[in-house]
């Protein structure tokens, strides 16, 4: 079998192995600019997109890719020698792969290369709307503060120097600037990460920045730009080299960063953008008046249980979280957190099953297929926290609710801060706190609560005698046993088996 390198030249002689893109790519107009151009954004939006451009009255809606960082150099190589094509591969539960190529990102930029030019990209007339996989952190917010970190030298940066930006702060600012001053019309910015209100923080963070950097566009910014809030999901592992030459031995291709991921995928997001949008729901996105309960039950449940379960795998020294679900014990505790602690704060969901829901999670969690790395799911675990289980605590401390569950996750969290597994074994912490984290965790040994001074991370929960005492109890209980002693004892007492 003839190898093809993954280009539009070779589409043709690749489209009799796999799906390809049934459209003309060099009719479309860009119509979104995403930044962040990773795996998840081409296995959701790009996905979604590609999609609806089998319909041949869709044009508006191709994909310029911006690539943000110094550290996205190789994806933006790699998207730009393949012309923005890429393989997207589904692993579906009964071990087979489904593949087809992917046409939706029609541009490519990288931002460090030319910020002039990704300013110029925002602020063009056909752009209508500006996405963002940024990751957590990438929203510059304080927890202790509630506000925005303008200690961060990026943002320093920015302020001092706006034509060459750092961050998605300075860009969009810039971009929007533009726009105002050459009397285009706004658009509409929509965050696509893990955040509660992702629509709402993102507007919160970038006006905070520009009433500092261009107070005068704040006003414009109020009138003329949106934010939706939304709910995104799908499992998407960190490609592996594996993933990459099994792709060129079963199917010739070669692709140098396909993506993979797992069958399921949802997407909800209010309906407001206020220079309009891709016709999504034709191709199963849900649009709605308010995402809230939906994204929190996805944050508190899916984004949670990843955290739970790499976390406490982590320390036992699995690899993968289909491992760690596998582990009975792990899996028990965490059916006993979801019930026992996040349900009850979740509230009525119309149309959700919430039990048929947490059934789906585990399967999902559980696809052999997958092979989710736990690495990638504890990777920047200082700002998934607050976002993903610190809701969780403060609700039921305010309900005088069990936080048992989640202050034993606290306290193991702690533990692998300290950089080794329970065989011994380093873990590769992979954190923008990860020296914060560390010398924490090595106080904690002789003083457990020195771990929650992280006020960054977790506010003022110290300060709660309830939590403190149960995160106290919990650490002390680690270090004198194990972690998988401890799941028994804790599943003995919500006497509770899966």
Known sequence: MKNYKLNNKNLSNISERISIPQYDRSKLKTGIVHVGIGGFHRAHEAFYTDQLLHDPSVTDWGICGVALLDFDTKIYNILKEQDGLYTLIVKELDGSHTKRVIGSIVECLFAPEDPIKVIEKMASPEVKIITLTITEGGY?????????????????????????????????????????????????????????????????????????????????????????????????????????????????????WPVVCEPFKQWVIEDDFIEGRPAWET??????????????????????????????????????????????NIRAFLNNYMDVEVTSTLGDLEGINLKDYKQTLLERFGN???????????????????????????????????????????????????????????????????????????????????????????????????????????????????????????????????
């Open 140 to 256: 510059n917010y304080n927890e202790a503060t509630k506000q925005f970190d303008f200690g961060n030298p990026l943002i320093q940066h920015d302020l001092k120097n706006p034509q060459s930006p750092k961050t998605i702060f300075g860009y969009l600012t810039q971009a929007l600037k533009l726009r105002k001053e050459r009397g285009l019309k706004g658009c509409t910015i929509q965050s696509c990460d893990n955040i509660q209100g992702n629509g709402h923080m993102t507007k919160k963070m970038l006006l905070s920045y520009v009433q500092t950097a261009e107070p005068d566009l704040v006003q414009w910014i109020e009138s003329n730009v949106t934010f939706p809030n939304a709910m995104v999901d799908r499992i998407t592992p960190v490609t592996t080299p594996s993933d990459i030459s099994n792709l060129k031995e079963t199917s010739g291709i070669e692709d140098a």
């Open 283 to 328: 191709v199963g996105v849900q649009f709605v008046e308010n995402v809230a309960p939906y994204e929190k039950m996805k944050l508190s449940l899916l984004n949670a249980g990843h955290s739970v379960l790499g976390i406490l795998g982590a320390l036992l020294g699995y690899s993968t979280i289909d491992e760690a679900v596998n582990n009975r």
């Open 368 to 498: 052999i297929n997958i092979k989710d790395q736990i690495d990638r799911i504890c990777s920047e675990t200082s700002a998934k926290f607050p976002i993903f289980i610190l809701p969780t605590i403060h609700s039921q401390l305010k309900n005088n609710g069990s936080i048992q569950l989640a202050a034993f996750v606290t306290a193991a969290w702690a533990i692998y801060s300290l950089g080794t597994n329970e065989n011994g074994e380093a873990l590769n912490i992979k954190d923008a706190l990860k020296s914060q984290l560390t010398e924490k965790a090595k106080e904690a040994i002789h003083n457990p609560i020195a771990f929650l001074e992280i006020d960054t991370v977790f506010g003022a929960i110290k300060h709660n005698k309830q939590f403190s005492e149960a995160f106290v109890n919990a650490y002390k209980s680690i270090t004198n046993n194990n972690i998988e002693t401890n799941l028994i004892t804790i599943n003995n007492t919500f006497k509770k088996t899966y």
